[in-house]
Each structure stands twice: as C-alpha cells, then as structure tokens.
C-alpha cells in the first residue's frame, strides 16, 4: 500500500463515490437496473394526469414493477408496464390510477386476478380498466354547492329576526317537552289502546253476525218499492202524456232540427270523401305514412308512460289540527304520488275558516268605498318535492298561492320536521305578511301520526302552537284494510 500513489488512491475513490450515486440515483428515481429482468405488459388510458414514466406498478400495495413507458396511440396513453419475473398476473386482472400521499404522487393498481383464468404472457393487454374520477370536476360541484347553501342560510337569515330566532328556539323547546309528554302518554295508555283494538274486532264479528238481519231490511224495502210500484207507473204515464204535448207544440221545431241534421250529414260524408282521396290536411294525414309513424312513436311512448305509472306508489293523508293562537280547527287531505324513490308530488286540499280576504272597491252614490270579503274556505295546494336522502325540498301551490318548504326526515322516516312558506302577497284574513309555519309530524304506530309546531311565525296577530294527528294509508293499505272488513273487497 506504501507503494500505491495518491493519484491511484484518489481514483479508486472516485470509482466507490461513482457507483454509490449511481446506485442512489437508480433507487431514488424509480429507474430499473440494467440487469433488472421481468415481461411487459400493456394496457391504455383515456388520461394518465399525475403518472410519470418510472412509476410504480403495486399489487395490493406491494411493489410488482414499473411504468417503463407512456406514448401516445390514438388520442389514448398506451403504457408499458415492466412486471417483475416472479408476479403472476391473469386474464382477468384490473388495472386502476391511485394516489399516494397528500402530494398527489399516482401509481398504477393492479389486481393480479384469478388464478383460475389463464396468465399473461410478455406483450399481453390488461384490458379491464378502472377509470378514475376527475376531482377538478367534484371540486367545481361542491363549490356549487357549497355557493347555493351559503346563498340559502343568508336568506333564512334576513327572513329570520332576533325575535323569530327567540321563538323558533322556545319551540323546538317546546316541541321536546310535547314529544316526551306523547312518549309518556303512550306508554301510560298502551294498555286502553289495546282493549280499543279489541272492542274494534268485537264491533267486526257483530257486524258479520247480524248480516243476515241486513238482507231481511233490503228485502223489506224491496216489498215497499212493489207496494208502490202502481204509483210511480201513473205517474211515468203522466209524464209521457206530457212529452207527448210538448212535442206536439213543437213539431215544427223538430222538423228543422231534423233538416238541420241531414245538412250536417251531407257535408260531414263530403268531407270523409274528401279526407278519402287525400285531399286536406285530414287527408294527407290519413293516407300518408308519417302519420302512421306518429302514431307508432306516440303507441310506444305511451307504453313507456305506463311501465312508470306501474311503479307509482300513492299516499292518502287525513288529518286535522288546532290554532292555539287563532282557536281555529284545519282539516287537510293530500294525496301524494310518488313516481320514484327521490320525486313525488302532492295535492292537497284545506279546509281554513278564516279563507282569504278579497278586496272590492264599489261606488255608490258617486262615492268609492273599499269592501273585503274573506272567501275560499277550501284551499288547494299541488307541490312538487325532490329527496336528497333525509332532506326533500317543495316548491309550488300552498293554500291557493305559490310557496315552498323543506322536510328533514329521521328516525327512519317516522319523524319529519317540516318548514313551509307561502302567500307572500299577505291575502290571507288579518295577516300582515307571509304565512310561516314549521313543526314536526312523528307516527306513533302504522297508520296514525301525531303532529305539533308553531303557525304564521310571521304575523303576531295571527302566530300560535298547533296541535294535531290524523291517518296516512298508502293504497295498498286501503286495499288491505277495506278488505278484511266483511262483504267488503278491493281488486
């Protein structure tokens, strides 16, 4: 070693420091070995944003080879996969773009398969494919989405004042208070509700039992309609005697009309020779194909129209409530149709006491006077509804004017909390502005539901707890119930 130069000496050490950078820089970036063995495969992307050549190719997270190129075939990145000697990837393998990391950094997924298909030799194509979402496009929704809630929440923050905001929490205190006190009263009355059923069966068996007792009354009103029967053949005799004058008179009468009809005759079969020869629009209509056609399309949309009205689910909803505030009673009926899981629609009709005031201004006496008249007792709303899960949103006629509302559903849908705003024009009898109203409607069993909140949170006059409950059937449960009652049945 005393014998070696300094110029050989700093030359092996250059050589080590050579082939530890290049060892380094194989690892750090990605690059393959020039001894480092495997097969190729190939598959395409319709994008490969984010994935560089040198990449990884990760089985189940484990390393199984790299992206050894990416070239562009046919406006699609056509990638060559280098795969390790020892992996074994099937026919039917998936191939899929994933990140790692907070930085965005993708790799190529792979499912290596069933081991049951036949394997891929080198130069084989991955054909099943899994394209990744485009997150700039998620992102453009959710800032959407995130524009409208912030539009809405400062829209219900100039609709709602201090003071709404004061009452609307006391209510949902006391709507807790209410909903424990029903818990409790249901609980304590579980016992009278069922000999309530029970006395229903009864009055249903007593029914069936005195049936025959039902016939004997049909066939003594029979006897009494034969009994009478003379009577009522004089006076059917009477009054074809006085047809008979009145046609009499008005012979004359008739014997233009019967003119008047041969007239009509006459041109109605000029007009069918007409549309017979083709001659009108009626004609080319008739003899051309397109309307033919037309009607085919019509035919086979109409037949689609039915394969949706055979999925319609239909609600039927009587309930009633009382105003606190205005010692009123309202009595509702809606009937909801429902087209699919996420859409319905509802029309409803209410019976309201106080109506809506409609001003007339007369005069009288050269004088102009200003009179209102409180009319329409019975209202009538149609609305249109779309779910997104517990949240469904309405929009349309509330009460004869135009309104909207929110229900938020929970408890799997046995509970609903429900806001609605309507009659912004303020027509409604005493009323200063809109009609506001929220509350919650909970089932306590299958077909009644109890309901409570505060009404026309707008109007001070007007503003109180309503209270009420009543019965939602869906038509298959009419058809059921109205079938177990006896000699009663439904198709």
Do not use: C
């Not at 030359?11 to 690892?27: C, D, H, N, Q, R």
């Not at 130069?123 to 496009?137: L, M, W």
């Not at 025959?212 to 009354?217: A, S």
């Not at 009103?221 to 053949?233: C, E, F, R, V």
């Amino acid at each position: 070693m005393k014998n070696v130069s300094t110029e050989l000496k700093v030359g092996i050490f250059a050589i080590i420091v050579i082939i530890i950078l290049s060892y380094m820089t194989f690892k750090v970036g990605r690059l393959p070995f020039m001894w480092e063995k495997g097969y190729r495969l190939y598959v395409k992307f319709d994008d490969v944003s984010g994935l560089d050549e040198r990449s990884r190719v990760k089985i189940a997270g484990v390393d199984a080879g790299i992206v050894e190129k990416i070239n562009l075939v046919d406006g699609k990145a056509k990638l060559t996969l280098l795969i390790s000697p020892d992996i074994k990837i099937y026919k039917n393998a998936k191939v899929s773009l994933k990140m790692s990391g907070l930085l965005g950094d993708r790799y190529l997924a792979v499912s290596a398969g069933s081991p049951n298909e036949p394997l891929l030799q080198s130069g084989d194509s991955i054909t099943n494919v899994i394209h990744a979402a485009d997150f700039d496009v998620l992102a453009n929704e959710l800032t959407s989405a995130a524009t409208y809630i912030s539009d809405l929440a400062g829209s219900l923050k100039g609709v709602f004042g201090e003071k709404e905001r004061q009452s609307l929490t006391e209510a949902i205190h006391n709507l807790r208070a209410l909903t424990q006190s029903l818990k409790d009263i249901s609980a304590e009355n579980k016992e009278p509700l069922h000999k309530t059923i029970v006395q229903i069966e009864k009055f249903t068996e007593a029914l069936a039992d005195k049936g025959p007792g039902l016939v004997d009354d049909m066939s003594r009103a029979a006897k009494t309609l034969g009994d009478k029967g003379p009577k009522l053949i004089d006076d059917l005799g009477k009054l074809a005697s006085d047809l008979k004058e009145v046609i009499g008179e008005n012979r004359y009468a008739f014997k233009d009309s019967i003119e008047n009809i041969r007239t009509v005759s006459k041109s109605a079969s000029n007009i069918a020779q007409k549309i017979e020869s083709g001659e009108g629009t009626l004609g080319k209509l008739v003899k051309e194909d397109k309307f033919y056609n037309s009607l085919t399309k019509i035919s086979e949309e109409a037949g689609k129209s039915l394969d949706v009205v055979s999925g319609l689910r239909t609600f039927m909803d009587f309930h009633t409530e009382y105003n606190t505030g205005e010692s009123e009673w309202k009595g509702y009926f809606d009937l909801t149709l429902q087209p699919r899981k996420d859409k319905y629609y509802i029309l409803g009709v209410v019976t309201d006491p106080r109506g809506v005031v409609e001003t007339t201004d007369r005069i009288i006496n050269h004088v102009k006077t200003r009179e209102d008249e409180t009319r329409s007792k019975f209202e009538f709303s149609a609305q249109f509804a779309k779910r997104f899960e517990d949240l469904a949103l309405r929009i349309g006629l509330v009460e004869n004017t135009f309104g909207f509302g929110a229900d938020y559903f929970f408890n799997d849908d046995k509970g609903r909390v429900r806001f609605d705003i309507w009659d912004f024009s303020a027509k409604e009898a005493e009323a200063d502005r809109s009609h506001a109203k929220i509350g919650v409607d909970y089932r306590i069993f299958k077909y009644l539901f109890v309901s409570s909140g505060i009404d026309n949170l707008l109007n001070s006059n007007r503003r109180g707890i309503y209270i009420g409950g009543g019965l939602k059937f869906e038509d298959e449960d009419f058809k059921y119930i109205i079938g177990k009652m006896p000699g009663l049945s439904l198709p």
